[in-house]
């Protein structure tokens, strides 16, 4: 089946450092993959689409010069929070999107990765 | 704006009881609706829906999608305390990226308690 890799699962940072967290498909390739942040007792919120070879598409609101996204490959896209602040502190899960048929038709779906829990101080 | 709401936010309810978790939606380009259950960390796949009418079912849990209503319906029966969890509703949808790739909408998830 399709496994979508998180690292790391869980990292402590000081304030004012950058963060980077990797999201591998490992046994298929993705064009697309997605980033979000999840805060506590919230859903999860969709932060960019990650493109390879081109540049991440962002969401409304969401600064692309604190969050950067690197699509270098069709299995690894990379998210890296800078200057990172406690308010960065969240939880932040990727997914890619892996092809299935059902019924004769052609579906995505959507595959996660375990997910990093930052914590800034 | 594209938007998934769920309903109700928390649900606690006694092992055995039947459960109906609810969502609605209103996207543009919908292609499906994901069903999720989530734990402790990273969601997990319960169901894809595409087509109206017609239930999907695994075990204890069945869900269905009606397009012309915009929602759907997540069913569980004799509910288990293991059942105990944030579901999670999400649509996917046209996004933005090349080729307008899809891109899933969340809801803000239902959180479930079965007591013993």
């Known amino acids: 089946g399709a496994v979508v890799s998180q690292h790391p699962s869980r990292v402590i940072c000081k304030s004012g450092t950058s963060v980077k967290i990797e999201c591998r498909s490992l046994d298929f390739q993705a064009t697309t993959m997605f980033w979000y942040r999840q805060f506590p007792k919230k859903s999860l919120m969709l932060m960019a689409t990650s493109n390879e070879g081109s540049k991440a598409t962002y969401e409304q609101g969401v600064e692309k010069d604190k969050f950067l996204i690197n699509h270098a490959s069709l299995t690894l896209s990379t998210l890296t929070v800078t200057s990172a602040h406690p308010e960065d502190s969240s939880f932040y899960i990727c997914?890619?999107?892996?092809?299935?048929?059902?019924?004769?038709?052609?579906?995505?779906?959507?595959?996660f990765g375990q997910g990093t829990r930052l914590t800034v101080v | 704006e594209d938007k998934v709401v769920q309903s109700p936010l928390s649900l606690v309810v006694h092992e055995g009881d039947t459960v109906t978790l609810n969502c609605s939606y209103e996207v543009t380009n919908f292609r499906s609706l994901l069903w999720y259950k989530q734990e402790k960390k990273a969601p997990t796949f319960l169901f894809m829906l595409?087509?109206?009418?017609i239930e999907k079912k695994s075990g204890r849990l069945s869900s269905i999608l009606d397009k012309k209503e915009l929602f759907s319906i997540l069913n569980i029966t004799a509910t288990q305390t293991g059942d105990s969890a944030i579901y999670l509703c999400a649509v996917e949808a046209r996004g933005l990226g090349s080729q307008g790739a899809q891109k899933l909408v969340f809801g803000q998830g239902t959180r479930l308690t079965i007591n013993p």
């Open positions: 595409t087509s109206s009418g």
């Open positions: 997914s890619a999107s892996y092809p299935s048929w059902d019924r004769g038709r052609l579906n995505t779906e959507a595959f």
